[in-house]
């Protein structure tokens, strides 16, 4: 379990989440689920110069992507 992810360590926590261990939860702020994964890319371009590589790295982790919509 991660914490809040807001930068560089994006990538950490995508590479521990490909290791081949069930499971694994973080928290990311935005204002859509899309937008989260797009915020979590950007994060993880950060710790890269090639944010194709973090389209890469989460898009198999798959998992549930859960937005809380404000009303």
Known sequence: MVGEVRGGEALDLLKAWNTGHPGGI???HADSARQGLDRLEQCVSEATATPNRAHRQWHPCGGVYDSN???
């Open 69 to 71: 919509a404000r009303g």
């Open 26 to 28: 973080a928290t990311i």
